[in-house]
């Protein structure tokens, strides 16, 4: 791909042109076009949301805008956006519930923050008044600490607190869509005793405060009110001076309501069942996984060997982003004998292959004291469970591990053709792959771009993990600082739920899977898609992971070993020395 670059403009003036308030409640994939009918993987108008054909089959898509000027659409294809006025991919942050619900639409993924939260507020040990928020589709607080927000005058959409700690959240303004949800909170008290919230949906929360009206479903206004719990624990309802201590609701999803004076609970599938479906909002995209974590994995690949019995079947009611059954969290580990018989086979593998592409994910830095997200102790895991993974050093302390640095050697000595990686830690960079040499799809926690000259400043620092709160609404990946070159804003790298990847890296990593003979798989579980589904396209695929997957029938070896092992085993093998990381080896 020498010579090739796409570059998506991420200030196109057309986006907050369109419609985006009027985008259906789900997306058709595969709708045939509109004009020709045929049924591939079309064009989606952002305007008027019809489906056309590409210039690859009859171009009707470029024709409607042609006749219609609709100036931006969608492309099936690989969810990317399009501008015909701008002649330019593009990117904006308004852009992710298309994202969302066409990822929904395509690979069967619920979406995610289907809702453009136009106002966007992070603070941290402070007071904020809001007097007026009718201009929001809907009001966002994000990663928030020791912050207290009180919402008064006129309201808005929803209300949606993500990720936020310690902090209060009053309500004395109508909320117009009757949603207040809070998504992955964690002591927090929200106050709504002077209105009327029809709706409150916790996620995802721990130590939550919800202080009702004493008429709460009892008076008429009052009628049908709900409080919606999804994997919560520790929630106590105040109704008035009545302080009620809901069951652990960690592993069900409760819709409570106040029947002859007594507070029940039903299943939600129950209630709707009986009353309909529940209005709500979709949890906001979360936030970029915190100092303590790097972004979540994206893939892994197949199996072979002694492999074990296929996993029980997964909670189809769970809604979370870590294992949903204790079989699938479960490691495993092959027994010595077996771990050098594969180690051996991979060896051979590794010597006979000509275009070699390692695949990375969070399993890879463990052994740095950054924790995975699916494991036992994995971040997502235990957050299912009320708790916390446990980190004892910033992610500007840890370093890389011998299989980072065994991975670096190989890139270097060009036996590894590129790396693919879905961490978010920096580490592959800082033990001395070029960035010619790597794909990081969900972005780096040390770099930071800017949003007119693409200029890229790769710090010392995890640049994501304060933000700018007047920049931040304008644009959530903002940091505040500004560009030495231009004066354009810089924006982190980092990718959450919900968004599109970064087009180039994407397209690199897609191309260079294409090449593949040797697909090497390490420390991913394999959940999130479209990275998962790279390593399958090269010819040979081999997967390093303690907890099965599900590509693991379709690979050429399977390994149940740490990855620091199975790399430093793989160096003897090859007779190529692993060296040591230093200050000086970072790219």
Not at 135 to 150: E, G, I
Not at 310 to 316: F, H, K, M, R, V
Not at 445 to 450: A, L, P, Q, V, W
Request: some cysteine; overall charge negative; glycine content about 6%.
């Amino acid at each position: 791909m020498e010579g090739f670059a796409v570059t998506p403009k991420r200030d196109c003036p057309h986006v907050r042109q369109l419609p985006l308030r009027q985008l259906p409640a789900s997306l058709r994939y595969l709708s045939p076009c509109a004009e020709c009918g045929d049924t591939n993987e079309n064009w989606l108008c952002l305007t008027c949301f019809t489906h056309h054909c590409s210039r690859y089959v009859k171009g009707h898509a470029a024709r409607h805008y042609d006749e219609t000027r609709h100036p931006c659409s969608m492309s099936f294809a690989d969810l990317s956006f399009w501008c015909y006025e701008c002649d330019s991919y593009i990117e904006h942050h308004s852009l992710r519930a298309v994202t969302a619900l066409a990822s929904e639409a395509k690979f069967k993924e619920p979406p995610v923050g289907s809702l453009t939260f136009e106002a966007v507020i992070t603070e941290r040990n402070k007071e904020l008044n809001i007097s007026d928020c009718t201009s929001a589709d809907a009001m966002l607080f994000k990663t928030c600490t020791h912050c207290t927000a009180r919402i008064s005058g006129a309201g808005c959409h929803s209300v949606a607190a993500s990720r936020c700690v310690q902090c209060i959240l009053e309500l004395s303004a109508e909320v117009l869509g009757g949603v207040v949800l809070l998504s992955g909170c964690n002591e927090v008290r929200l106050d709504t005793k002077a209105i009327v919230v029809p709706v409150i949906i916790l996620e995802d929360c721990f130590t939550v405060d919800v202080l009702l009206p004493k008429e709460w479903g009892t008076e008429e206004k009052y009628r049908g009110a709900l409080c919606v719990t999804k994997c919560c624990s520790n929630v106590r309802l105040c109704i008035g001076e009545r302080a009620l201590t809901l069951d652990n609701t960690r592993s069900s999803s409760l819709v409570w309501t106040m029947n002859d004076n007594a507070l029940q609970a039903v299943d939600v599938e129950s209630y709707e069942k009986k009353h309909g479906a529940i209005k709500r909002i979709s949890a906001p995209p979360a936030a970029a996984a915190p100092a303590t974590v790097h972004r979540d994995e994206a893939e892994t690949a197949p199996a072979a060997c002694t492999a074990p019995p296929p996993p029980a079947a997964a909670d189809t009611n769970y809604t979370g982003h870590g294992h949903s059954t204790e079989e699938e969290i479960k490691e495993f580990f092959d027994t010595p004998e077996d771990f050098e018989i594969k180690m051996k086979s991979l060896a051979e593998l590794v010597k006979k292959s000509k275009y070699i592409v390692v695949y990375t994910g969070a399993g890879i830095s463990t052994s740095a004291s950054i924790p995975d997200y699916r494991g036992p102790k994995g971040v997502w895991t235990m957050q299912d469970k009320g708790g916390r993974a446990e980190m004892n050093i910033t992610l500007e302390e840890a370093v890389p591990t011998s299989a980072h640095m065994a991975i670096a050697e190989l890139v270097r000595t060009g036996v590894v053709a590129y790396v693919v990686s879905t961490n978010i830690d920096g580490l592959h960079r800082r033990s001395g792959i070029p960035k010619d040499k790597i794909s990081e799809l969900h972005g780096n926690c040390y770099i930071e771009t800017c949003n007119k000259c693409h200029t890229e400043y790769h710090r010392s620092y995890d640049v994501s993990s304060v933000k700018h709160v007047d920049m931040y609404a304008f644009d959530p990946h903002a940091t505040g600082r500004k560009c030495d070159k231009c004066d354009g804003y810089l924006i982190d790298s980092i990718i959450n739920f919900g968004e599109s990847l970064p087009v180039l890296p994407t397209a690199v990593a897609v191309e260079s899977s294409r090449k593949a003979d040797l697909a090497l798989v390490l420390g991913t579980s394999m959940m999130v898609h479209p990275a998962c589904d790279m390593p399958g396209q090269a010819r040979e695929m081999v997967i390093c992971n303690l907890q099965r997957t599900m590509f693991d029938k379709q690979c050429s070896l399977r390994i149940f070993e740490r990855t620091d092992k199975v790399m430093t085993r793989l160096m003897e093998l090859l007779g190529v020395r692993v060296p040591p990381f230093t200050a000086a080896t970072k790219q």
